[in-house]
């Protein structure tokens, strides 16, 4: 790794990262976390990493060129590097997502104190015609004062070639003496920087990952942690984790950390340090290694598709409709006076609290993620200037967030995650100063995968459906629903991916002998990439996470229900469950200690 200190001298403009309405052009900043929560706002000027990655790769290309060094001739790709790569491919990254062995970071002031130093310039359009200013062409910049510090790293994600590091350390030394152009406006003098650099052999930010597999017994046992992301207090790395692609200008990203982007992370981290693809293959493909998403909270935390809030205010409480639902279907079919179900539709599909009668909506389960958008401008490294057209935006997670979900893993997995954390890097953008972080594991205490747990949830979800089922039916007619029927619920941590051309009713009956009572579910398609293969990943038709599930089985068939649903909690249900997909809690209580209280609708029937 390469530490790097980074000194203005001259006016410095990072374009296109942020926009302002007091100036035309702002230089790029990093924003603190913590403004969103109401306090002080917080902003240093930063250098990006993907400026400062396109500004090296630039520069290298052109010394190696002027040494006669075999390069390609970047950025077309019909004259780049197909099988073989230069020395520029090799270190800065190629096309065909051929990732470099170089990572970059932002460039961030060591003491984050310079929010005040910002210069504004004030410019005037010509016109080349008439040689004079251009009637309404007056505008501002702002630009980072010279004399400004600023402290980056350079890490080696595989080991170099003898001769690349020395090639890289000499053009390292030339820019210490020459200096190095950076930004907008460099023919007009601005954007100079000179540069310092020390070799750092130790990386004390997090633990490596070991190279050699551990050794296990015959038969190791699976058991459920937490598992924690974490990005690097250092410079809290933004995170992007693309869904499925659009062609558009936008690259969108999930609220959430898929089971696979962390599988993948793990597996990539341990390639770097050349474990062997046997080990790592058996490490996290022929064992019981489940990810689960990790998402901004714990997964059981998170609010199910049948949680409604009030439309008019959000501070009102939130209910669980999935009771209700289930409760207005039956008063339908036994046919009750339509006088009273309209009053019970009324005091279920509207907000309880007295004197607002608000409809309401679907709490949004990733409702409190902070997102931002970055927006780019690609260069053309033959003209050293922005290329025409190639300007976009992508979304991007801050780096001050922590994830937490589930893992199951045997004493190998353990060992080489640890509970001291290992370094990752995650998402998209890796060698562009994102998605760096650690992974770390802690002891589960709650209760998923246990029948006795289980049926303990599910007697409380009986309770709660048959004091609702008694408000619009007789009792004769209660019992008879719930007699010979074994009620619990299913709710999706993950989305749940359908084998093609299936009925859900059906293919749970047929599978499980369970009857599909009613639901809260959205339809997606799961993409992704994978690294390992270099493509895309098929679409794969599956249901949202955080649907919910209303379902029942015969009354004979608890025991046996119990223990089915204690198995699917542990080993999943449906396609792609060792991509994090197929996580299932049963009788969440969520959604009968959440659910609309029989009171208020008394109350006020």
Known sequence: MYRLALTTASLLLIDGQYRTFTVEKATARRISGQEDKGSERHEWPIIPAAALKGAMRIDFERLMRALERPVCHGPDPGRMCTIEPCIVCRLFGGPGDRPGRLRFADALPPTRQYRELYIQRMGVGLSRSLRRAESGLLFAQEAMPSGLRLETQIQTLEPLAPQDQHDFEAVLNWWRQEGLSIGGGRSRGMGRVTLEWEEDTMDASAEPFP??????????????????????????????????????????????????????????????????????????????????????????????????????????????HLLWQYVLGKAVQRDISPRKLLKLHEQTTHCLVPGCKGDLKVVSRLRDQQRRLQ??????????????GMFYIYEILPGHQSYEGLVWADEGLQ??????????????????????????????????????????????????????????????????????????????????????????ADWLR?????????????????????????????????????GALLLSAPADKA????????????????????????????????HYEAAIPVERVLADG
């Not at 058991?223 to 933004?238: D, G, K, Q, Y």
């Not at 692609?245 to 770097?272: D, E, H, M, Q």
């Not at 927006?375 to 025409?388: F, H, P, S, V």
Request: with cysteine; glycine share 10%; net charge neutral.
């Open 375 to 388: 927006i780019k401008l690609a260069l053309d490294r033959t003209l050293g200037r922005q290329e025409a």
């Open 510 to 546: 047929e599978l499980y002998g369970w009857t599909l009572e009613t639901a809260y579910l959205h339809w997606t398609r799961l993409g992704g990439y994978s690294q390992a293969g270099n493509r895309s990943k098929p679409l794969v038709q599956a249901l949202e996470q955080g």
């Open 415 to 504: 060992q080489v995650i640890g509970e001291q954390g290992r370094q990752v890097f995650i998402g998209g953008a890796r060698s562009k100063g994102f998605g760096r972080g650690q992974l770390r594991l802690e002891e589960y205490g709650d209760d998923m995968g246990e029948a006795r747990a289980i049926q303990v949830r599910q007697e409380q979800l009986r309770d709660a459906l048959t004091e609702r089922l008694g408000i619009a039916l007789d009792e004769g007619a209660v019992q008879a629903l719930l007699a010979d029927r074994f009620f619990f619920t299913l709710t999706l941590l993950t989305e749940l991916a359908l084998p093609p051309a299936i009925v859900l």
């Open 211 to 320: 190279a050699e597999a551990p050794v296990l017994p015959s038969q190791p046992r699976s058991r459920l942690f937490h598992l924690f992301f974490t990005p690097t207090t250092e410079s809290e790395e933004p995170i992007r984790v693309s869904a499925v692609k659009l062609r558009s200008y936008f690259l969108g990203s999930l609220g959430f950390i898929p089971g696979s982007t962390v599988r993948g992370a793990v597996g990539w981290g341990l390639k770097r340090v050349e474990m062997a693809d046997s080990d790592i293959s058996d490490l996290l493909l022929r064992r019981a290694a489940r990810f689960s998403h990790l998402y901004p909270k714990k997964p059981l935390d998170m609010p199910p598709a049948s949680a409604v809030q009030c439309k008019k205010y959000d501070n009102h409480a939130h209910y669980d």
């Open 559 to 590: 025991t046996t229900v119990c223990d089915q649903l204690a198995q699917i909690e542990c080993e999943g249900l449906g396609l792609l469950r060792d991509q994090g997909y197929g996580w299932v809690y049963a009788c969440h209580p969520y």
